[in-house]
């Protein structure tokens, strides 16, 4: 398995540049921010998995855009989700933010977080607490680094966030109260004016996607059709998303500056 | 003054403790040197929260508290407290819901509370209608920013304060 994906890293993914301070502007009219990859419907979902570049997030200059523009905010998950979307989500991923009133962990660097969350309105739910996902900082990202595979897990009482084979966060089964549906690897922008991915000379890989549909069970590949177009998509004039035609368990996403 | 009418009228059946009420909450000191202002539900002082449950912490010396954003934004924050048992919850906020990660803490949870809203943002699912990322915080609630032992971070939103008294 790790010989193909050596080969498919060498035959696609280009040199890792580290992305920072660029001048661009984004043009993501998103206010409350937005997202851009592939989801898949399933039904019932016990683990997502990706491997996840790790080059730095593309960072768009906020200049012109309305509001908050000191904040700025990307990240890229692998995610199991529930029904309405919402925060009914446990995630494991990649973020660089800037803007400590948005989160403490806002400093600016790439850092690996993991949240959850749960809608009391969610199927399973009445009576519980409302959780967003924030997330928590849980390590930080070495950009020198392969791509890494990043995976949310359910396995013994717990929903875990691991990063290869180690788990770096969890949260008790018992506190997530909606049924896992559906599989997400997207990257998501915190507001406007934030970019998403990668940049045009070095697009974000989510590479070898697979999903867990049985606790305990094996690991299932799956090839993607197309990226998702979500209710509130960035403008794809210069929003990226890409699926590999030779091999669809590998999305590319970048921006485009202008 | 408006909201925190409102919200004495919204639990309260009898005028007469509307009254003790209002002039109780005259004389409420601030809470770690914070001063609420004007809006958000307001919490009662009593003694039904004993110290061994709850205490009131300093923001701006209880470096706990710092994993929260907005802690220097004295309008939005109505104050910081020490749960001595994250598992008793229930005995600070009485109507809250139903917390499977709290349940089981033997250990303190500092709580960080905001009567007009959580300041950060949200890492929402991919799937969430656009009209569902903007919020307003339920009237007679607040968010809270709970920090756990382990400096594990979890918030909740729309939490009733009905029932919570500072300590």
Same mark, same amino acid.
Request: aromatic share 8%; hydrophobic share 40%.
């Given at each position: 398995?790790?010989a193909?994906y050596?080969?498919v890293v060498?035959a696609?993914?280009?040199?890792?540049v580290?992305?920072g301070?660029?001048?661009?502007?984004?043009?993501?009219t998103?206010a409350g921010g937005?997202a851009?990859g592939?989801?898949r419907?399933?039904g019932?979902?016990?683990?997502a998995?990706a491997?996840?570049?790790q080059?730095?997030?593309?960072?768009?200059?906020?200049?012109?855009?309305?509001?908050?523009d000191?904040?700025?905010?990307t990240?890229?998950?692998?995610a199991?989700t #529930?029904?309405?979307?919402?925060y009914?989500?446990i995630?494991?991923g990649i973020?660089r933010?800037l803007?400590?009133?948005?989160?403490s962990?806002?400093?600016?660097s790439?850092?690996?977080?993991?949240?959850?969350?749960?809608?009391?309105? !969610?199927? #399973?739910c009445?009576?519980?607490s409302?959780?967003p996902?924030?997330?928590i900082?849980v390590?930080?990202?070495?950009t020198s680094?392969?791509?890494l595979?990043?995976k949310?897990?359910?396995a013994?009482g717990?929903?875990?966030?691991y990063?290869?084979?180690?788990k770096e966060?969890?949260?008790?089964?018992?506190?997530?109260?909606w049924?896992?549906?559906d599989?997400q690897y997207f990257?998501e922008?915190m507001d406007?004016g934030d970019?998403?991915?990668?940049?045009?000379s070095?697009?974000f890989?989510?590479?070898?996607?697979q999903?867990?549909?049985?606790e305990g069970g094996g690991?299932?590949t799956?090839e993607?059709p197309?990226?998702?177009?979500?209710?509130?998509a960035p403008?794809p004039t210069f929003?990226?998303?890409?699926?590999e035609a030779d091999d669809?368990?590998n999305?590319?996403?970048?921006t485009l500056?202008h | 003054?408006h909201?925190?009418?409102t919200?004495?009228l919204t639990?309260? !059946?009898?005028g007469v403790?509307?009254?003790? !009420?209002?002039?109780?909450?005259?004389?409420?000191?601030r809470?770690?040197?914070?001063a609420?202002?004007?809006g958000g539900s307001?919490?009662?002082?009593?003694?039904a929260?004993p110290a061994?449950?709850?205490?009131?912490?300093?923001?701006?010396?209880?470096?706990?508290?710092?994993?929260c954003?907005g802690?220097?934004? !004295?309008a939005?924050?109505l104050a910081?407290?020490?749960?001595?048992?994250?598992?008793?919850?229930?005995l600070?906020?009485p109507k809250?819901?139903?917390s499977?990660?709290?349940?089981?803490?033997?250990?303190?949870?500092v709580m960080v509370?905001?009567?007009?809203?959580y300041?950060?943002?949200?890492?929402?699912?991919?799937?969430t209608?656009?009209e569902?990322?903007?919020?307003?915080p339920?009237?007679g609630t607040?968010?809270?920013?709970?920090?756990?032992a382990?400096?594990?971070r979890?918030?909740y939103?729309d939490?009733?304060?009905?029932?919570?008294?500072v300590?």
């Amino acid at each position: 398995m790790i010989a193909v994906y050596a080969l498919v890293v060498a035959a696609a993914w280009p040199p890792a540049v580290v992305n920072g301070g660029h001048g661009a502007i984004c043009a993501n009219t998103g206010a409350g921010g937005n997202a851009l990859g592939y989801g898949r419907t399933h039904g019932s979902e016990q683990g997502a998995r990706a491997y996840l570049d790790q080059q730095s997030l593309h960072y768009c200059s906020a200049s012109g855009v309305p509001d908050r523009d000191d904040d700025r905010g990307t990240s890229a998950w692998v995610a199991v989700t #529930g029904p309405a979307g919402g925060y009914n989500i446990i995630q494991m991923g990649i973020v660089r933010c800037l803007g400590a009133d948005l989160y403490s962990y806002c400093d600016g660097s790439l850092i690996r977080v993991f949240a959850w969350g749960r809608q009391p309105e !969610a199927p #399973g739910c009445a009576g519980f607490s409302r959780v967003p996902p924030i997330g928590i900082k849980v390590g930080t990202v070495d950009t020198s680094d392969p791509p890494l595979r990043y995976k949310v897990l359910h396995a013994g009482g717990l929903w875990g966030g691991y990063v290869g084979a180690l788990k770096e966060a969890h949260v008790l089964e018992s506190s997530i109260c909606w049924t896992p549906e559906d599989l997400q690897y997207f990257t998501e922008t915190m507001d406007d004016g934030d970019a998403h991915g990668g940049t045009d000379s070095n697009h974000f890989y989510f590479a070898e996607v697979q999903g867990l549909g049985t606790e305990g069970g094996g690991w299932s590949t799956f090839e993607m059709p197309g990226c998702v177009t979500y209710s509130d998509a960035p403008d794809p004039t210069f929003y990226k998303c890409s699926i590999e035609a030779d091999d669809r368990r590998n999305m590319r996403i970048w921006t485009l500056d202008h | 003054m408006h909201r925190l009418t409102t919200f004495l009228l919204t639990t309260t !059946a009898a005028g007469v403790a509307l009254i003790a !009420a209002v002039a109780l909450s005259t004389a409420m000191p601030r809470t770690g040197g914070q001063a609420r202002e004007a809006g958000g539900s307001s919490p009662t002082r009593g003694a039904a929260n004993p110290a061994t449950v709850l205490r009131s912490l300093d923001l701006a010396t209880d470096s706990r508290v710092g994993v929260c954003p907005g802690i220097a934004d !004295a309008a939005n924050v109505l104050a910081a407290v020490e749960l001595a048992r994250g598992a008793d919850y229930r005995l600070a906020f009485p109507k809250m819901g139903r917390s499977p990660e709290l349940e089981t803490l033997a250990t303190p949870v500092v709580m960080v509370i905001y009567s007009d809203g959580y300041p950060g943002s949200v890492w929402y699912a991919p799937n969430t209608p656009p009209e569902d990322r903007e919020r307003e915080p339920e009237p007679g609630t607040v968010d809270i920013c709970a920090v756990m032992a382990t400096a594990e971070r979890v918030v909740y939103f729309d939490v009733p304060l009905e029932g919570f008294k500072v300590p």
